[in-house]
């Protein structure tokens, strides 16, 4: 076949074909869509999203069904101990509390307050800057507000959260504040030249590094709330604080920090949490899954949902604060507070919980402010005017608690991902280091939320193209919820049945049919079967870009990624069970060799057919093409890019990593061409040996070493001379 014959064909079928909104590509114009002229699936992109949506409602309901029939006191009570044993499981465990080694660093004054600048160790050599405002000319022990801040690369430098905390300082509030990681002078990449971030806005310091914590079942919710709490600690130790009258308030990722402390510790005595609670059903019905610390690890599947944070905290004084175009849902806003109702009334104690919402979007308003200090006010026992007062912003260098204003270029320190790589060491330590089949098999069923495809696949014919040496055939599948999963199947016209080959491309079947090894495969009597796995091609990505999207180092889709985490799934067991369904179906055609059916992944798509193929064990023959060498590169290493974690397991290397996996197919012909790092770099060929020793050695033990080839410094051109073999 030449190579202007395949782009003939293309073009014939472009000019017949019905308008597709697919691009032409600078290499030659794309394949002929599929799902373009199906009504049905008009909104093919967004599969992925739905499918997970679709799945958490489901969960979602059950637990809906599951809290209705509570309806005492006692049930709630045995209902919160349930939510809060749950959450310390799945974000913790929690470190031990080591000394905080509070260090005051500066002190600003004024007529009316002054200011502490404050440095504290949450954990030995991680530090957490914060800032104590102290009213002037009260006598006596004060009432005491923990300001958690939202998303702002500033902190609580932010002039909105300065004007919250000064009118409480007035009011005769001591107000301590401190930086979230990943905020103020917490950054946890911070260029040392600009004193900025090196992976993007605050949602992406908490998401690049929550995605670590993730790969061993870990959270960044932990360290999230563990800041939190141990601002509670110090509050504590302070003589002019009145520990019998200390409240907590918080707003957007301040609010999401105040309600973990509402299910979590009941020191303080009350919690105002802003423009945060919704509810999850709402939540993926609008906005989608948030940054990493706002997802605990199979939270959704363990039934936990917005309500549960604060349902916890009952009966003691809680405020909800709202707006109500706010990208967090009011009517989940008002749902929640319904619930919580209930909750409050089981208690006789109603009064305590109280709702207040204003029009506006995310953001602060004079009445919901007014609200916050009337809150306090009355239930620490400080009356006084409500009325919310202008007041004078204060200078960064007047609230900079470090001499570089970054803990990192002053002190240096620990940061989550040093504390993560510590903990992941030890659940490396922990793994076996000989191959258990059965078990490798077994964890990555289940860490994947893997799904057995069915026994027959649906599969729809769509029509097929024939040129004088080849033929296109057009098919979509149903995967295992409502979505499809549209394919070519590329064969000869000489008379089967052919040995097939699977080539999984991470731009899906259009970007893959235009590779020179398709053409090659085919003029060697082979079938090539291209799919579109979920958020490739037709049917992705998609328009959800939520706000852990844009890195510095490519972009990568986390928040989805996060939300398949919340349902105890993951987007590699998807396409895992999508794959082997189509292995199914390739195997029940006339036209293919039911035991000739190899398969080629291509970069990201490389983990997907390793965990496809362990938890089928079908293919004839196995190609990896660029692969990731190992997801404890992506946990070991600072910077990674994001691509690589988009295609890596959840809690997976609790058990097992890649090479295992690769271990686990033997005595299937393997090959491994041209792997790579974290950082998308070519492995050398000695380091390529070093990482898959196991392999080898699985091989060797097996009598098949033969079958095992490693591949290294191979040019395109090569690689394609090589699968067409």
Not at 60 to 69: F, G, K, N, P, T
Not at 378 to 389: A, R, S, V
Not at 556 to 576: C, D, E, M, T
């Amino acid at each position: 076949m030449k190579v202007k014959s395949l782009y003939i064909i293309l073009l014939v079928v472009m000019a017949v074909a019905p308008f597709s909104l697919s691009q032409t590509s600078a290499d030659g114009p794309d394949l002929p869509p599929i799902l373009d002229t199906w009504l049905e699936y008009t909104d093919a992109q967004n599969f992925f999203y739905h499918y997970i949506s679709h799945q958490a409602q489901h969960l979602l309901q059950q637990r809906r069904e599951m809290v209705s029939q509570i309806k005492t006191k006692e049930q709630w009570q045995a209902r919160q101990q349930e939510i809060r044993k749950t959450i310390i499981k799945l974000v913790g465990p929690f470190p031990e509390r080591t000394p905080l080694n509070a260090r005051i660093t500066g002190r600003v004054d004024s007529a009316n307050y002054y200011i502490e600048h404050i440095l504290l160790e949450p954990q030995p050599e991680n530090y957490m800057s914060a800032c104590m405002f102290i009213p002037k000319g009260l006598t006596g022990k004060l009432p005491t507000v923990i300001y958690c801040s939202g998303h702002s690369p500033i902190g609580f430098r932010n002039p909105k959260y300065q004007h919250i905390i000064m009118n409480l300082v007035k009011k005769g509030f001591i107000v301590f504040a401190f930086d979230p990681m990943g905020q103020g002078e917490r950054l946890m990449y911070v260029d040392p030249e600009t004193g900025e971030s090196l992976v993007g806005r605050p949602t992406r310091e908490h998401s690049y590094p929550g995605a670590q914590c993730f790969l061993i079942g870990s959270s960044a919710a932990r360290y999230y709330i563990w800041d939190a709490l141990r601002a509670i600690d110090y509050v504590y130790t302070r003589p002019e604080v009145d520990t019998t009258r200390v409240g907590m308030a918080g707003r957007s990722g301040g609010g999401t920090q105040s309600a973990y402390i509402a299910a979590l510790d009941n020191r303080v005595d009350a919690i105002a949490t802003e423009c945060y609670i919704t509810n999850f059903t709402r939540l993926f019905q609008t906005r989608g899954p948030q940054d990493a610390e706002q997802n605990f690890f199979h939270g959704i599947l363990s039934g936990i949902d917005h309500p549960d944070l604060l349902t916890v905290w009952a009966p003691k004084p809680l405020l909800m604060i709202s707006a109500t175009r706010d990208f967090f849902s009011i009517e989940g806003v008002r749902e929640t507070a319904q619930d919580l109702t209930k909750v409050y009334q089981a208690f006789d104690a109603e009064e305590s919980f109280s709702k207040v919402e204003d029009d506006a979007e995310h953001a602060s308003t004079k009445a919901n402010r007014e609200a916050l200090y009337a809150f306090f006010q009355k239930y620490l026992d400080n009356p006084g005017d409500c009325t919310d007062t202008v007041i004078d912003t204060l200078t960064h260098g007047e609230l900079q608690v470090t001499q570089t204003g970054q803990i990192q270029t002053s002190m240096g320190g620990r940061t989550v991902f040093d504390i993560n790589r510590k903990e992941a060491k030890q659940v490396f330590a922990k793994r076996s280091k000989e191959i258990d089949v059965a078990k490798i098999r077994q964890a990555a069923a289940y860490w994947n939320g893997y799904q057995p495809p069915p026994s027959e696949p649906n599969v729809v014919y769509c029509g097929a193209y024939n040129q004088s040496d080849m033929r296109l055939e057009r098919y979509f599948m149903h995967g295992d919820g409502e979505y499809v999963i549209p394919f070519y199947i590329i064969k000869p016209l000489t008379r089967g049945p052919y040995p097939a080959a699977l080539y999984l491309h991470p731009d899906g079947k259009s970007a893959a049919a235009r590779q020179s090894v398709v053409k090659k495969l085919v003029e060697n009597g082979f079938a090539v079967v291209l799919p579109d796995l979920l958020g490739r091609g037709e049917v992705g990505p998609g328009v959800h870009r939520g706000d852990a999207y844009e890195y510095k180092q490519g972009n990568a889709n986390y928040n989805l990624w996060f939300g398949a985490i919340q349902i105890g799934r993951s987007l590699v067991g998807i396409h895992a069970g999508d794959i082997n369904s189509l292995m199914l179906h390739l195997q029940a055609r006339d036209d293919i060799q039911d035991d000739a059916v190899r398969a080629i992944g291509e970069e990201t798509m490389a983990p997907v057919l390793l965990h496809a193929a362990v938890l089928s064990n079908k293919f004839c023959a196995i190609d990896l093409i660029k692969p990731l060498g190992s997801y404890e590169s992506l946990v070991m290493n600072k910077y990674y890019i994001p691509k690589f974690m988009l295609a890596a397991v959840p809690g997976g290397l609790k058990d097992y990593d890649l090479p295992e996996l690769c271990a686990v197919l033997a005595p299937t012909p393997l090959r491994i061409i041209n792997p790579v790092n974290n950082n998308d770099k070519y492995l050398s060929t000695k380091e390529t040996e070093k990482q898959y020793t196991i392999v080898k050695k699985h091989y060797m033990e097996k009598g098949v070493a033969s079958n095992l080839q490693l591949k290294t410094e191979l040019t395109d051109q090569d690689i394609a001379d090589l699968l067409a073999h």
